[in-house]
């Protein structure tokens, strides 16, 4: 059971640099998300599709942009990164909106 | 204002001991709750939740209390093992326009089980 698949699990890149992290699931969820998880903070939403074809910015969108590709798989992408972009960052499913996330392992980014 | 607070960065316990996690929140529209762990290296996986509705939930050792009155919630675990050892997060939905559903998490408490 693989359930959300986050690539890569580590990453180090330089400042200005583009990257995109990628994300599927197998569970036919219509709801994916993008968090980040910051030393001594919750997790802060970044981006969210509520279903197939549709994202929104979630709660600090500033920095990134999303495709949700199919039902399975939702990217999150740096187009110029940042050191303050330098976190760890989750992909999440659902069936629904309110229903409880399935989530990845994470991607370690650095960014220097 | 939509907020969900754990107060408590951290928590040590000893084995066998009960652990009480708490978390307290704002927004008195909040229609449930979730507790969320989280190991090192791993992404939060799924625990307990709890509807509005209720003021207990439990699942085998692990027990969620909600006085809605006081605005808290609370996660019990009993008895406390070394591998519970890990970050709880608590989470509720949001619930403004555009945003519902979208999950509202505390900074997290850091259980430490000592054997």
């Known amino acids: 059971n693989a359930g959300v698949t986050q690539t890569p699990?580590?990453?180090?890149l330089k400042t200005g640099q583009s990257m995109t992290l990628q994300c599927a699931q197998d569970m036919n969820h219509n709801s994916m998300y993008w968090y980040r998880q910051d030393p001594g903070m919750g997790l802060r939403l970044i981006y969210y599709s509520a279903s197939e074809g549709t994202t929104d910015k979630g709660e600090v969108p500033n920095g990134y942009n999303v495709s949700r590709l199919n039902k399975r798989e939702f990217s999150l992408r740096l187009e110029s990164a940042a050191p303050s972009q330098t976190s760890v960052y989750f992909c999440a499913s659902s069936p629904t909106r309110n229903q409880p996330q399935h989530f990845g392992d994470g991607t370690r980014l650095s960014i220097l | 204002d939509q907020q969900v607070k754990q107060n408590?960065?951290?928590?040590?316990v000893q084995e066998g001991r009960i652990s009480i996690l708490n978390c307290d929140y704002t927004n008195s529209m909040f229609d449930y709750f979730l507790w969320y762990k989280?190991?090192?290296?791993?992404?939060?996986?799924?625990?307990i939740s709890i509807s509005s509705i209720k003021d207990k939930n439990e699942d085998g050792r692990f027990t969620v209390f909600l006085n809605k009155s006081a605005k808290h919630l609370s996660l019990h675990i009993v008895p406390s093992q070394p591998g519970d050892s890990a970050v709880y997060f608590c989470a509720a939905p949001a619930t403004?326009?555009?945003?519902?559903?979208?999950?509202?998490?505390?900074k997290g408490t850091k259980l430490s089980v000592k054997p």
């Not at chain 2, 403004?96 to 505390?106: A, C, E, K, P, V």
């Open chain 1, 9 to 12: 699990k580590f990453q180090v």
């Open chain 2, 8 to 12: 408590s960065p951290s928590l040590s």
């Open chain 2, 38 to 47: 989280k190991y090192p290296a791993e992404g939060p996986t799924f625990l």
């Open chain 2, 96 to 106: 403004y326009r555009g945003s519902q559903g979208n999950l509202i998490f505390g």
